[in-house]
């Protein structure tokens, strides 16, 4: 946008959590893992749904931290397919914290995630998409 007005994705998060004083090193800062750990349980949300069945990180791709998240952020995680393979699935996801006191929201962090299909042998198979 031109006004530098930022919009999160359209749509209902995949997760919404509140930032909490046990996710922080000893400055106060949310750690950038825990952070992660939101985006890897959105996107796991979101593979397991597309691929009708358990669906494993593999990678992740360029992650780089925009904004730092302080406690009592309310942090929403959003995941959308971008692509689907023979048995992989990649997905932009993207964090976005609110201040609690604030409407807007801004982008914390953005990476690609990518997810294989496995079956109960946890060996790949087909997508089911």
Same mark, same amino acid.
């Given at each position: 946008m031109s006004d530098g007005v930022e919009s999160p994705p359209e749509g209902?998060?995949?997760v919404r959590v509140v930032a909490m004083p046990a996710d922080?090193?000893?400055?106060g800062d949310i750690f950038g893992g825990w952070l992660m750990s939101q985006m890897d349980s959105a996107a796991g949300t979101i593979a397991a749904e597309v691929a009708q069945g358990r669906a494993v990180t593999i990678?992740? $791709?360029a992650m780089s931290?925009?904004?730092?998240? +302080?406690v009592g952020d309310i942090v929403s995680v959003y995941a959308d397919v971008i692509k689907i393979?023979?048995?992989?699935?990649?997905?932009?996801?993207q964090a976005w914290r609110r201040r609690r006191n604030q409407h807007s929201s801004q982008k914390v962090t953005q990476a690609t995630f990518t997810?294989?299909?496995i079956? $109960?042998?946890?060996?790949p198979?087909?997508?089911? +998409?």
């Open positions: 209902a998060p995949a922080t090193n000893p400055n990678a992740v $791709d931290f925009l904004r730092p998240v +302080a393979g023979r048995t992989s699935l990649k997905l932009d996801v997810f294989v299909a079956d $109960d042998q946890g060996r198979r087909p997508v089911e +998409a």
